[in-house]
């Protein structure tokens, strides 16, 4: 797996890209502990989260720093841009009650899924993923069904730059099986999801296509495996799905 970068990157604006990672990753965090995760000088950590401060991106918490909600603004004129996700949104909501179960709206960016909307039934789980949430494309129903109808210098250069890391003793990490499950997805119109993120919940998956054919997001709907099984599993939530998928392609090819 690889990892490319351009020729003509800033190192400073590198490094305060880190910095901002690392506070998310740590829930907000001091000056020492981000230094000792990135491996630079605390001087230099304190120069980079002053001038995220002076800014707007960090906000000084206590003895630490956490980001600020400035990312809010960026993450919803972000999802607003994408014409899917207005015309989505409600069917994932509709999804959640109908099922009782949680549904999701992702996208592929930079062969990653990342959520957009997410909607909880009233017998939901909880689990860790938000919108804006990235996730291996893999390991997921969602990201099986986007796959699926990428094109296949596309998927290769996914796996060649995300690889196909184990998430769970389910998770498929060879290639060859890969190809042959988003055959089975593109022959059956949706995909599944055994517990292959995240242990003990399954996860059903349709694709959102659009005239020309491309793949745009996909919809799902995930609960415990107690719960997405037999009919309901393989027939009832999938119908639900490609219905509501449907009503997306629909209303995205005439809105």
């Not at 605390?42 to 120069?47: M, V």
């Not at 184990?166 to 988003?182: F, K, S, V, Y």
Request: proline fraction near 4%.
């Amino acid at each position: 797996m690889t990892q490319t970068r351009g020729t003509n990157t800033v190192q400073a604006t590198r490094t305060s890209l880190a910095v901002l990672e690392t506070l998310k990753r740590l829930d907000g965090a001091g000056v020492t502990r981000v230094a000792e995760e990135l491996g630079i000088p605390k001087s230099t950590t304190h120069n980079h989260l002053q001038t995220l401060v002076d800014e707007g991106y960090v906000v000084a918490d206590g003895d630490g720093y956490r980001p600020s909600l400035r990312f809010l603004e960026f993450g919803e004129a972000t999802r607003h841009r994408l014409s899917v996700y207005g015309t989505a949104e409600p069917e994932v909501r509709r999804l959640a009650e109908e099922t009782g179960e949680l549904a999701n709206l992702a996208v592929e960016e930079r062969g990653w899924g990342v959520y957009l909307a997410r909607a909880s039934g009233s017998d939901a789980v909880r689990v860790d993923v938000l919108a804006g949430t990235h996730v291996h494309l893999h390991a997921t129903a969602l990201g099986k069904a986007i796959l699926a109808h990428l094109p296949d210098g596309r998927v290769d250069e996914i796996v060649e730059r995300r690889g196909l890391p184990e998430q769970t003793e389910g998770t498929i990490t060879d290639r060859a099986a890969l190809d042959e499950e988003l055959a089975a997805v593109r022959e059956r119109g949706y995909a599944f999801d055994r517990g292959e993120r995240l242990p003990g919940i399954r996860c059903v998956a349709a694709p959102v296509i659009d005239p020309q054919g491309r793949v745009l997001a996909a919809l799902s709907v995930s609960g415990p495996a107690t719960r997405m099984q037999g009919d309901r599993f393989h027939e009832e939530i999938p119908e639900l799905l490609e219905s509501a998928a449907n009503v997306v392609e629909i209303n995205v090819t005439y809105a």
